[in-house]
């Protein structure tokens, strides 16, 4: 197919979403709330038109590969060989001749199962849809894996695939284990018990939807318990539970007779996946006896996020230390350790000689890198936060990968050029430069394509800390005035549709609200003095979209028209809505939506905010809500661009 030419497109928003403490407002209406529709995923048989490039952004790591080598960290090699491509999660078969693992390497955010043999020949898939197929356990005899997996319903739940007979069963699906599909409802690291009749898990159904840092953070935290499920879907049974504390990645000892997992405060979950508080954060690698639930020990001790362990003998578990100090696989009796940064997920072969890991990378992807596309009338591709397509046929992004610089590109996400450069001087906290809490975010174009409004400062959970500024800007940089003065803390602001006013929010210990500013006039005027954030003007000018907060960690998306009236309600979920973008022509909005949970414990994601959240589309009166993304990462802010032609 020969290459596409680009669309000129109208504007859309791309919103991030931030916190405030609200009551839901007097007068407002609230539409009939349909059940969400299922993605629209392509196969290999399809042969589907392409309608243009979806841009969107993806936080997770930039490469992952699995390598082998001797317990003591010599003779280190990758597992695949030449054939790695970005895999994750390995298991190896009781047999030891040949290893499971999860991998991408049929499209950037598509996880599939895959088999290799150990010397890392033969690789062949296993389990292959558009839905999330992760963490898979193989069952003693070889002949079962469990796994997780968002097929049927988007919650991760715990499947069985027979290998002999290709049958798929849902473990944890039964009516009696499943829990309120209003609240976290995952069911996770699946591990399968050496006698072959039981296999444990981990799982946060029927807990709460709970920020971090109680009431300020939007990020959710996780809690886990342990539970057992006999292999044949009975005798369900929680073997590990306690208020406020996350019990994840079950493993059983060679003998059946204990579980391991790691066990952190349920507010720790945020801070073990974030690069900058992981340092103070610990948790430890404890067990308990599998008939009782009782005998707790702990065996290990002192500072670290300790995760993923795995019995090596009923004697020795071997673990991984993450964070920036001492970071590595070690043992619990003291064997020397394989000091190592970003390595992930160890498991041994069965005499302990080998161990077989994950080496992870955080780079940030490249603008215009493919992702797997589940719909399959349009390419997706990555592109760096709040993306907008001017009138001038230009893409304004936020450039977080380079502390949060504005930059323009050309149609195709190409020929990058910094109009506004963030420094220590734009900022009272210049210490969190680089940590994604301070830039120039939210960008907005002028319907004629010439200028930019932009908020530069402190945002997010530290806005109390500082103050922030509305700005604006030309498109080639030159220009730069204010728009808010003083120490306030006001953001994210939008360009009205005939360019004569700008809306935006302040948020700070003394005012919250949605505020707009006459350009003309040079006066601002109060719209609404409740916790609302983020706002856009629909590309018509009729109304301006926006995030409410309801709860400690409840977000919903509302519109109101400009002079104030008219307040109308479109998301209803408590797992918390945001990040929200007008389609081209104002018909949809898109956003990133929690309702199905997490797809993974969160203690074992890395350098990132909220690690999960799925991409959704609905018309602009909140009806016909549906999934555009199904991955195990967190993606956001989408920007359609329709190609010129379609030529072949």
């Not at 830039?439 to 907005?444: D, R, W």
């Amino acid at each position: 197919m020969r290459r596409k030419t680009l669309l000129l497109a109208c504007t859309a928003l791309a919103l991030i979403t931030q916190q405030a403490c609200t009551t839901i407002a007097d007068g407002e209406t609230l539409p009939v709330t349909d059940a969400p529709q299922a993605i629209a995923s392509s196969t290999t048989e399809d042969v589907v038109e392409k309608k243009g490039v979806m841009f969107m952004n993806r936080i997770g790591p930039g490469s992952s590969e699995l390598y082998i080598s001797n317990a003591d960290g010599t003779n280190e090699r990758k597992l695949l060989g030449e054939n790695t491509v970005f895999e994750y999660s390995a298991e190896l078969a009781s047999d030891g001749t040949s290893v499971y693992f999860t991998s991408e390497r049929n499209g950037d955010g598509n996880s599939e199962l895959f088999k290799a043999n150990i010397d890392g020949s033969n690789i062949e898939e296993v389990v292959s849809s558009s839905s999330v197929e992760d963490a898979v356990s193989i069952s003693p005899d070889g002949k079962k894996i469990a796994f997780v997996s968002t097929r049927e319903g988007y919650f991760s739940n715990v499947w069985i695939k027979d290998l002999e007979t290709g049958e798929l069963t849902n473990l944890t699906g039964a009516e009696h284990i499943q829990g309120d599909p209003m609240l976290p409802n995952s069911f996770l690291r699946p591990s399968w018990s050496p006698d072959g009749k039981w296999i444990a898990f981990s799982s946060d159904r029927n807990t709460n939807w709970r920020g971090h840092d109680y009431p300020i953070g939007w990020e959710h935290t996780q809690e886990l318990s342990i539970y057992v499920i006999g292999a044949d879907g009975q005798n369900f049974r929680r073997l590990v539970s306690k208020p406020e504390m996350s019990y994840g990645s079950p493993s059983w000892s060679p003998d059946g007779k204990r579980i391991s997992f790691y066990a952190i405060t349920t507010e720790d979950t945020w801070g073990a996946r974030r690069y900058n508080l992981v340092q103070d954060t610990t948790s430890q690698i404890a067990s308990v006896d599998v008939e009782t639930g009782r005998d707790y020990i702990e065996h290990t001790s002192g500072k670290g996020v300790k995760i993923s362990p795995v019995y090596i003998s009923n004697d020795k578990i071997g673990y991984v230390n993450k964070g920036p100090e001492n970071e590595g696989i070690y043992y619990t009796d003291g064997s020397t350790p394989i000091l190592k940064k970003n390595v992930r997920e160890p498991i041994w072969t069965q005499d302990g000689s080998q161990v077989i890991y994950e080496q992870v990378d955080h780079t940030r992807r490249p603008d215009g890198v493919d992702l797997y596309s589940w719909d399959p009338e349009w390419e997706y591709k990555h592109i760096d936060v709040f993306p907008l397509l001017s009138s001038q046929d230009e893409i304004v992004i936020s450039d977080k990968k380079n502390i949060g610089n504005l930059v323009v590109l050309d149609r195709d996400g190409k020929n990058p050029r910094t109009i506004y450069e963030v420094t220590k001087e734009s900022t009272k906290t210049p210490y969190l430069l680089g940590t994604g809490l301070v830039g120039a975010y939210q960008p907005s174009w002028s319907r004629d394509g010439e200028w930019v409004t932009f908020c530069v400062g402190t945002f997010f959970y530290k806005r109390y800390d500082a103050p922030a500024r509305v700005m604006m800007v030309r498109r080639d940089g030159t220009g730069l005035r204010e728009v808010t003065h003083g120490e306030e803390n006001a953001g994210f602001p939008s360009f009205s549709a005939d360019g004569k006013e700008i809306v935006y929010r302040v948020w700070d210990k003394e005012n919250i609200g949605l505020r707009i500013y006459n350009i003309e006039k040079d006066e601002h005027r109060v719209l609404t003095e409740t916790g609302d954030n983020l706002p856009a003007y629909s590309p018509d000018g009729t109304r301006i979209l926006f995030t409410r907060r309801h709860g400690h960690a409840d977000y919903d998306l509302y519109t109101i028209k400009p002079d104030g009236t008219d307040l109308v309600r479109l998301t209803t979920h408590p797992s918390g809505d945001g990040h929200a973008v007008w389609s081209n022509d104002g018909s949809k909005i898109m956003w990133s939506g929690s309702v199905y949970g997490f797809r993974d414990e969160a203690a074992l994601y890395d350098d990132t905010f909220q690690q999960y959240g799925q991409i959704w589309v609905m018309n602009a009166d909140g009806s016909n809500k549906h999934m555009v993304t199904d991955s195990k990462w967190e993606d956001s802010m989408p920007l359609y661009v329709p190609y010129l032609d379609q030529e072949k």
